[in-house]
């Protein structure tokens, strides 16, 4: 005996499609959001610097720069000052630290030293320099300054403390010397003249 057909009813039919549609739109989009676009050569950004390095392949150094002189533009020079004080500066560190450093080790005092010196000498000014200075974010930098400077406060004071009792002993010695062999004081004088003093003064006649 055979099995009947089973009817599906055409709704379902429809419904059925419509959920295979959606599931397929679906997977196209995460297809699109997982697969990445294909980056064609024709696509890349042109490089001037790559550029000129192809051109410069058929010269010199020294005919390369001899050539550059001929551009006339100033925010090109602009950029090209900065890169040549970055590396008349890398020249300079390089100098002073090679000549403050004995046996491996580098004296950066002496050499901080110097360089602040040399920037003085360019007209650098010492508000300058500080403002500089400022912006250095290193806590452990401003850490050491703080404790030294509090270091130095107290020594200061520790200082000023012991002055002030010498000058008051060398104030006071001699007068206790004078005490020391029976000899009076301006002090006890002072008070002895307090003592014989009338307590009221004489009527004027």
Not at 44 to 63: I, T, V
Not at 65 to 87: E, F, M, T, V
Not at 99 to 111: L, N
Request: proline content about 3%.
């Amino acid at each position: 005996m055979s099995t009947p057909p089973y009817n599906v009813p055409f709704g379902d039919v429809n419904g059925i499609i419509s959920k295979l549609e959606c599931e397929q739109a679906r997977q196209r989009a995460v297809d699109r959001e997982t697969t990445p676009e294909a980056i064609f050569q024709t696509d890349a950004k042109h490089s001037y610097k790559l550029e000129c390095e192809l051109l410069h392949a058929k010269y010199e150094d020294d005919e390369i720069d001899r050539i550059r002189l001929g551009i006339a533009d100033s925010k090109y020079w602009q950029k090209d000052a900065d890169s040549a004080a970055h590396c008349l500066l890398t020249a300079l560190l390089a100098k002073s630290r090679k000549r403050h450093t004995t046996d491996g080790v580098t004296d950066f005092r002496s050499m901080s030293t110097e360089l602040r010196r040399l920037s003085e000498e360019q007209g650098q000014s010492s508000q300058q320099f500080r403002r500089q200075r400022d912006t250095i974010t290193d806590e452990q930098y401003w850490e050491k300054e703080a404790e030294h400077f509090k270091r130095e406060s107290a020594r200061r004071e520790f200082e000023t403390r012991e002055k002030w009792r010498s000058d008051l002993g060398a104030i006071l010695s001699p007068a206790q010397s004078e005490s020391d062999d029976g000899g009076k004081t301006a002090t006890q004088e002072f008070l002895h003249s307090r003592e014989t003093m009338p307590s009221v003064m004489p009527k004027e006649c």
